[in-house]
């Protein structure tokens, strides 16, 4: 009587991985142009998460980066 070899079926992930990576990249990355972005008003709002809490703020020569923290907006200017 004769072995029977079985031989699964592997699906091939190359590059699974890296798109993923790619795609969880792109979020970030999308994310901090949003909070890059220079701001003539002063920040008011509440923040809805981590990245939303930084805020860049321009009015002629001044320069501020606005941070939540302990629900208030502070601030440090930037030369």
């Known amino acids: ?3 029977i070899i079985i ?3 592997i699906k091939d992930f190359t590059g699974l991985f890296d798109k993923a990576n790619e795609n969880v990249n792109s979020i970030l990355l999308n994310n901090l142009r ?3 972005k220079t701001n003539t008003t002063i920040p008011t709002y509440i923040p809805k998460n981590f990245l939303e809490s930084f805020y860049i703020y321009k009015n002629d020569t001044t320069y501020r980066l606005y941070i939540y923290i302990d629900n208030i ?3 440090t200017d930037l030369t």
């Open 7 to 9: 031989k699964p079926k």
């Open 1 to 3: 009587m004769k072995d």
């Open 73 to 75: 907006w502070k601030y």
């Open 34 to 36: 949003n909070v890059l």
